[in-house]
């Protein structure tokens, strides 16, 4: 199984609202990723969890909040978003270390009113 | 992680050998050289990656120069369905961490009939 899934696969969500995106893998991998994506651009890394610990964050807005619950499922919390966030969000894992290939999900095409 | 230069866009046609250049004349010693593509709408599909020798697999061959600092993607017979954008990303290999996997822009290759 090489399977990275994402739910829900659209999202559409007020200005207000608090919404989770949620991504699980059960191939083991200790590294997972979170990207956004807008129209037309390469995907954007936001955060690394390394043994379901946050190891980076690149420089995100607090109204993205990651949580990995544990080693399968990773869990990006949404609050007070603006209409700018909206993008394709993409989670991916690897094993640990860089000279294996990350697997990607298809993504939640998110889209704020 | 070192950046990547691809042409913006490529066309092939159906049938023959898609050739895709990439620039990456900053690798560093203990850096991979990925390939990713993705079709309109999904997830990055992993192709192939390499440190120096050349790969092949059942998608796709890569040949590295000898001084790494560029790569050629090679899909033997193109169809229709590898119209996609493809990305060369340079990793890091190093264990122990959870490394970057940084899209550059990538190159938008069509396969015509």
């Known amino acids: 199984d090489t399977e990275v899934t994402q739910t829900p696969k659209h999202l559409v969500m007020g200005m207000t609202n608090k919404k989770s995106l949620k991504c699980e893998q059960h191939m083991g991998h200790r590294a997972m990723y979170w990207y956004k994506q807008k129209a037309k651009k390469p995907p954007e890394l936001m955060f690394v969890?390394?043994?379901?610990?946050?190891?980076i964050n690149e420089s995100v807005p607090s109204r993205f909040s990651p949580e990995c619950p544990n080693s399968s499922l990773l869990n990006l919390h949404l609050h007070a978003l603006q209409p700018e966030d909206s993008a394709l969000y993409l989670c991916?894992?690897?094993?640990?270390?860089?000279?294996?290939?990350?697997?990607f999900g298809q993504g939640t095409r998110l889209t704020v009113v | 992680d070192a950046k990547t230069t691809q042409p913006p866009s490529m066309d092939c046609a159906e049938g023959r050998a898609a050739n895709l250049p990439c620039n990456h004349s900053t690798i560093s010693g203990n850096e991979y050289v990925y390939w990713y593509r993705q079709i309109h709408s999904q997830g990055p599909q992993y192709i192939i990656h390499?440190?120096?020798n050349n790969e092949t697999n059942e998608m796709a061959s890569l040949i590295i120069t000898e001084d790494r600092k560029s790569s050629t993607l090679i899909l033997p017979h193109a169809t229709l369905r590898d119209t996609a954008v493809y990305y060369c990303?340079?990793?890091?290999?190093?264990?122990?961490?959870?490394?970057?996997?940084?899209f550059g822009t990538g190159t938008r290759l069509q396969v015509t009939l």
């Open positions: 990303i340079v990793r890091q290999g190093t264990t122990g961490t959870a490394s970057k996997l940084t």
């Open positions: 991916a894992s690897s094993q640990y270390g860089g000279s294996t290939e990350a697997f």
């Open positions: 390499g440190l120096k």
């Open positions: 969890y390394s043994y379901e610990k946050l190891s």
